[in-house]
């Protein structure tokens, strides 16, 4: 022991009298400081990164819900509220590849989620919402064939439906395209608003190829869709603020 600390007192004696010998231990402790101060920021930036992730998620249903601001609303100053609600949610299951397809979201009626409601995402359509329980949703995805989205095309608001008919996860099918019209590939479709479902202008996709078509009323083409639903993490329900009143005066017609 006493070696050991005669040794040491040594040490210290010789690093203080000689100054490279001073300089070079003084640089070996600042490299090993700087490694393990640099992991410590590289750690909790990591797990720092799923709470920034849902600010961004939440920021991004605000300006959503500030984008879809009917003229009404942007006239009348005393008025702050938009059409819709929007409420972001995470995909905790999905599949693509099936007939009828689903997605699991971990929202539920806890937050407000209900049936029938309108699901996206950033780059345009999702679903709609079928079941909820307290804590979860599950989702109609639009790879599914009871999913018919009423359509429009964005250059001459000429409408159109459009539904999922193939095993492809990125191709749909757009209907009742009037003969008149000659869609050409990359021409956009969006939401019409008519179904109270999704609001006016959210992006469906683009067409890749018309098709051959056996009816002679109508045209069909292959659309390209703007959900990558292979990729999803992320979706937002929407919130029809004014859903009841709708379905009020519907009933009564």
């Known amino acids: 022991m006493m070696f050991l600390i005669l040794e040491a007192l040594c040490i210290i004696l010789l690093v203080n009298n000689l100054p490279y010998q001073k300089r070079k231990l003084a640089s070996a402790g600042n490299a090993i400081a700087g490694k393990f101060f640099k992991t410590k920021f590289n750690f909790t930036n990591y797990f720092s990164?799923?709470?920034?992730?849902?600010?961004?998620?939440?920021?991004?249903?605000?300006?959503?819900?500030?984008?879809?601001?009917?003229?009404?609303?942007?006239?009348?100053?005393?008025?702050?509220?938009?059409?819709?609600?929007y409420v972001p949610a995470n995909v905790i299951n999905n599949s693509i590849y099936n007939v009828n397809n689903y997605l699991l979201i971990d929202k539920g009626s806890k937050d407000g989620i209900k049936k029938d409601m309108g699901v996206i995402c950033e780059n345009g359509i999702v679903g709609k919402v079928a079941n909820v329980s307290k804590n979860y949703s599950s989702v109609i995805s639009l790879l599914h064939p009871y999913s018919v989205i009423s359509a429009r095309f964005a250059d001459n608001q000429h409408l159109a439906n459009v539904c999922w008919e193939n095993k492809d996860y990125r191709y749909g099918t757009v209907k009742d395209i009037p003969l008149h019209l000659n869609p050409q590939k990359g021409d956009t479709l969006v939401t019409s608003g008519f179904s109270n479902v999704y609001p006016a202008d959210i992006m469906i996709g683009t067409i890749e190829e018309m098709l051959d078509n056996q009816s002679k009323d109508f045209n069909t083409a292959k659309i390209k869709f703007s959900t990558n639903f292979s990729t999803l993490r992320h979706v937002y329900v929407i919130d029809n603020l004014y859903q009841t009143e709708i379905d009020s005066l519907i009933s009564n017609k």
């Open 49 to 85: 990164l799923k709470e920034e992730n849902q600010l961004l998620i939440e920021h991004n249903a605000l300006l959503m819900g500030m984008l879809n601001n009917n003229i009404d609303t942007i006239i009348d100053s005393d008025s702050c509220y938009s059409n819709y609600r």
